[in-house]
């Protein structure tokens, strides 16, 4: 097709339209439409778009072509009149309509006046108007639709005040294309565009052994193509996936638990006192139906205890009267500790070594860098000889893997861990420090009540801000606006390839 068109353009010398060309080479326009653009990446030709107006008459303006202008009918009947007459019989002789219309135009072209007597009001001829270049043109266009340029140049204004006229003509937007022939087509060796190529090897070209002679079209692989948005996985969701390749790398398995838990395995197995801030109703969702639900019998007498006077840990507790009405409210976990803590309690020897990445809630305000709901990664790694400094290497491993090289720790607090520190990273491009997670190892007053006797180490952190930092972001909502120019935007696998593991 490139070929055919490409010849009509060269032997001619001049632009030719898609229609001009389809019916020079005996081919469909939508096939030259499409060589057309092949044409063009290759620099041979331009193609230049026209916009066309076509008029032609609208159902007013069929009625005026044949019973004439309503002004001029209007003058007509003046004329008739011997140059007056009253706007009452002027009207019952036009009908309402056309009576309206007669009169405001007869009016603006300053052919006619009204003027109060004593029998009402009348019109009189001031000026008897030739013929007009509005009729000539509904003549035209009675004969059949014209465009702007097949309308005399004199009588175009006419046709577009006539165009302005409600209903009268009736306007056709076309396009056109026009193809010209760039120097690099006139340039190219004609035999070059005589040769014929065979697109496709047929079984008449193999049984007539004429596949020996033609000449087969290469395959380009670098033509231009369509974008195609095949399906992927959600960027955030490729982070998800990737944190736990990660884990699992290192040795880790995932854990799961409930979105909707009980104060006790989110704040009260965490010592965090029953007064603390972060368990008001501003910080924490609870659940309004079901309120309450049951509590692990076994943990409830060491917990209180742990909690009132510190019990058997060698702490003094937080020395108030603990209630377990208010363990036994539920509400929607507000990190996932609750979900590490909660599966400690079952798996009270070492080795452990889980992770998890997941959902949390928490009744924050939405903005360009809080959510409501959003999620934590989350682990903890029990061993007969775990140290702190193992769980620094860890937390340090596992974000350089991520891709996050420049990682250093500073100390924090958390009320169920000893030591605590939190994790930054720094960010080159941005030239800022990035806070990644918080840890420690849990306290006795956390283990001793669950019969834990071996050290555990404990992390957790949110996704979100790490995602915003590595997909570089500055609006966390981002990931949630379900905006497919921005999903499709990121390429697969592009932290992967960021990070340089593909
Ligand atoms: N749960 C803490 C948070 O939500 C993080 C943390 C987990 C800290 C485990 C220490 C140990 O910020």
């Known amino acids: 097709m490139e070929k055919h068109v490409a010849k009509a353009l060269k032997e001619r010398k001049s632009p030719l339209s898609f229609e001009e060309a389809a019916e020079l080479i005996g081919r469909d326009v939508g096939s030259v439409a499409k060589a057309s653009l092949w044409l063009r990446n290759k620099g041979l030709i331009d193609v230049e778009e026209r916009e066309r107006k076509i008029f032609s008459l609208g159902e007013e303006g069929k009625i005026y072509a044949e019973q004439g202008l309503p002004e001029k009918r209007l003058v007509e009947e003046l004329e008739k ?7 009452d019989s002027l009207r019952e002789k036009l009908g309402e309509k056309t009576f309206r ?18 029998r009402g009001a009348v019109a009189r001829l001031v000026e008897k108007p030739g013929e007009l270049a509005e009729e000539k043109v509904l003549k035209l266009l009675a004969e059949g639709e014209r ?11 006419a046709c577009l005040e006539l165009a302005s006229r409600p209903k009268v003509l009736e306007v056709k937007i076309v396009r056109t294309h026009l193809m010209k022939p760039t120097e690099k087509l006139m340039a190219l060796p004609d035999e070059l565009l005589e040769e014929e190529e065979v697109t496709k090897l047929t079984r008449e070209l193999l049984a007539t052994g004429k596949w020996r002679k033609v000449k087969f079209r ?3 692989i670098r033509a231009p193509t369509p974008p195609v948005f095949a399906s992927k996985r959600h960027p955030l969701r490729e982070l998800i996936k990737l944190v736990r390749e990660i884990f699992v790398e290192m040795g880790f398995e995932e854990i799961r638990g409930p979105l909707v838990e009980l104060a006790f395995w989110n704040f009260d197995a965490l010592f965090q ?17 079901p309120e309450k639900g049951e509590l692990p019998r076994k943990l409830v007498p060491p917990i209180k205890r742990v909690h009132e006077d510190g019990g058997d840990t060698g702490s003094t507790g937080w020395g108030y009267r603990w209630s377990a009405e208010e363990a036994r409210r539920l509400l929607l976990r507000t990190h996932t500790t609750a979900t590490t803590i909660r599966y400690l309690a079952e798996h009270r020897d070492p080795p452990v070594k889980v992770f998890s990445v997941d959902r949390i809630y928490r009744n924050e305000r939405t903005d360009w860098k809080h959510l409501a709901e959003f ?30 090289k420049n990682v250093k720790f500073r100390p924090s607090y958390f009320p169920y861990t000893e030591p605590s520190a939190e994790a930054v990273a720094y960010l080159e491009d941005k030239k800022t420090w990035l806070e990644l997670i918080g840890m420690g190892i849990f306290r006795p007053e956390v283990t001793r009540p669950l019969g834990i006797k071996h050290r555990v180490l404990a992390w957790g952190g949110g996704l979100e801000r790490l995602a915003l930092a590595l997909y570089d972001l500055d609006d966390i909502r981002t990931f949630y606006n379900n905006d497919l120019n921005w999903i499709r935007s990121v390429p697969s696998a592009f932290l992967k390839k960021k990070i340089g593991i593909v």
């Open 81 to 87: 009149a011997g140059g007056e007459l009253e706007l």
């Open 101 to 118: 219309i007669a009169i405001s135009w007869a009016k603006r072209r300053g052919w006619i006046s009204i003027e109060k007597a004593p």
């Open 147 to 157: 465009s702007l340029d097949e309308i005399p140049e004199d009588l175009r204004d």
């Open 218 to 220: 290469k395959f380009d």
């Open 273 to 289: 006192p029953q007064d603390h801030p972060a368990r008001e109703m501003h910080d924490t969702f609870y659940l309004a139906e």
């Open 375 to 404: 999620h934590q990664i989350e682990g903890i790694v029990m061993g007969e000889n775990v140290s702190f400094r193992d769980l620094l290497g860890l937390i340090k491993e596992f974000y350089n893997r991520l891709g996050l």
